[in-house]
T-cell receptor
Framework: DGGITQSPKYLFRKEGQNVTLSCEQN?????MYWYRQDPGQGLRLIYY???????QKGDIAEGYSVSREKKESFPLTVTSAQKNPTAFYLC????????????FGPGTRLTVL | AQKVTQAQTEISVVEKEDVTLDCVYE???????LFWYKQPPSGELVFLIR??????QNEISGRYSWNFQKSTSSFNFTITASQVVDSAVYFC????????????????FGPGTSLSVIP
């Protein structure tokens, strides 16, 4: 079945460590996105990519980095520079064009100890 | 500027009651798209419906219905005869892009409305 997978579902890290969240899609979508969701909050865009080897900063990119070497994959690295990384992270993908809905993965809950 | 407002932060209803979730948007563009997504407790957002700015027909899908009114910039969502499985956070979203993006036209999500259906 087509869809988006994120791993791991739960992630714990110590302060000062970098951690990478995985996102893979088999929907043949060009566009992929990373969002952050804090408790009781909406979605905030971290990074997005419209095509392989290209990505752009969203609203809250500081302390995060991404890569888009393959169409199917858009991993997110949470660096030690991110001051408050504990949150729920959602990856999404869509076809090109604003008329396309986004398909979301199950999310990764990151907790910094 | 684009903006999506969902004034209802939390709503609680008793099972079988009808409930309407409000969504008000702001945009300067004449061509835009509106979406509703559902986020159940598991966390994964699920797409429910898309509407383009030229189609003001209301839509019904089972117990779900949507009322789009450009005159009031609203795209409200009604659940009829609510069930416990409807308990979730519901997000309204706006996109101003159409066709192939030459630059990213951001999708703006509202803050969400948390719906609790009590048995």
């Amino acid at each position: 079945d087509g869809g988006i997978t994120q791993s791991p579902k739960y992630l714990f890290r110590k302060e000062g460590q970098n951690v990478t969240l995985s996102c893979e899609q088999n929907l043949n979508h060009d566009a992929m996105y990373w969002y952050r969701q804090d408790p009781g909050q909406g979605l905030r865009l971290i990074y997005y990519s419209q095509i392989v080897n290209d990505f752009q900063k969203g609203d809250i990119a500081e302390g995060y980095s991404v890569s888009r070497e393959k169409k199917e994959s858009f991993p997110l690295t949470v660096t030690s520079a991110q001051k408050n990384p504990t949150a729920f992270y959602l990856c999404a993908s869509s076809g090109q064009g604003g008329n396309n809905e986004q398909f979301f993965g199950p999310g990764t809950r990151l907790t910094v100890l | 500027a684009q903006k999506v407002t969902q004034a209802q932060t939390e709503i609680s209803v008793v099972e079988k009651e009808d409930v309407t979730l409000d969504c008000v948007y702001e945009t300067r563009d004449t061509t835009y798209y509106l979406f509703w997504y559902k986020q159940p407790p598991s966390g994964e957002l699920v797409f429910l419906i898309r509407r383009n700015s030229f189609d003001e027909q209301n839509e019904i899908s089972g117990r779900y219905s949507w009322n789009f009114q450009k005159s009031t910039s609203s795209f409200n969502f009604t659940i009829t005869a609510s069930q416990v499985v409807d308990s979730a956070v519901y997000f309204c979203a706006l996109s101003e892009a159409m066709g192939i993006r030459t630059s990213y036209d951001k999708v703006i999500f509202g803050p969400g409305t948390s719906l609790s259906v009590i048995p």
